[in-house]
């Protein structure tokens, strides 16, 4: 119960330091076509599955399908319609890398041939900074919820288990005490059971001692 309820306080602090620690990184990086400049942002407490499903949610609403390169690990947005970006429709590739705790995209905004850059396009690069900022704080929020939810279901459970542990104290109590009270009650049964053969056989001794001298009389005319 102790890891879990550290693990509920860590999710609620996790939750209200996202603001802090979700940094968006321009960046030069491998992709599908070549070296390019992308933004890089970390998604905490998010496995790729998860970070992977919004984007592509994300993206929905843009008007895109994202789909994998099958010859890349990239995923690419076609024709995505980003009201912030301009009225250009732009292909947007996504890379997505995993470690024990976290989830980092990088993303690519192809302008017709070029891609997006601070050195070229300064408004759209904060335009796109927040929506990747924005982003990563809403899946890692998600993320975190989904985990208090299951946590939250597994302290319900140790609870539920708990008071029926208690419950079956008590009923194991109250058989001891039942059993001791039928034990006490068995016992005054044996003694007065011995009594009771004790006196019987003095009752029983004295009508054998007069059929002993009436055998004794008979045998005097046998």
Not at 44 to 60: F, Q, R, S, V, Y
């Amino acid at each position: 119960m102790k890891n879990i309820i550290f693990t509920l306080s860590l999710a609620i602090l996790s939750t209200s330091l996202f603001g802090q620690i979700i940094q968006v990184e321009e960046i030069n990086a491998p992709m599908t076509q070549g070296t390019n400049r992308g933004f890089k942002v970390l998604i905490p407490e998010t496995t790729n599955k998860d970070a992977t499903k919004a984007w592509g949610k994300l993206m929905k609403e843009y008007n895109s399908k994202t789909d994998k390169i099958k010859t890349a690990e990239d995923y690419l947005s076609p024709d995505a319609s980003i009201p912030s970006l301009g009225e250009v429709l732009i292909d947007v590739y996504a890379q997505f890398q995993e470690t024990p705790k976290e989830t980092y995209i990088t993303a690519f905004f192809d302008l017709e041939g070029v891609n997006l850059n601070s050195d070229m396009h300064k408004e759209k690069t904060a335009a796109v900074i927040e929506l990747l900022r924005l982003f990563a704080t809403d899946v890692a929020k998600e993320s975190i919820a989904e985990k208090v939810k299951d946590e939250t279901k597994k302290l319900d459970k140790l609870k539920r288990e708990q008071k029926e542990l208690i419950k079956d104290k008590e009923d194991y109590e109250k058989d001891i005490q039942e059993a001791k009270k039928t034990i006490e009650q068995r016992e005054k049964s044996l003694k007065e059971n011995a009594s009771a053969q004790e006196a019987n056989k003095k009752e029983l001794a004295e009508p054998a001692a007069i059929t002993a001298k009436i055998k004794a009389k008979l045998s005097v005319f046998a």
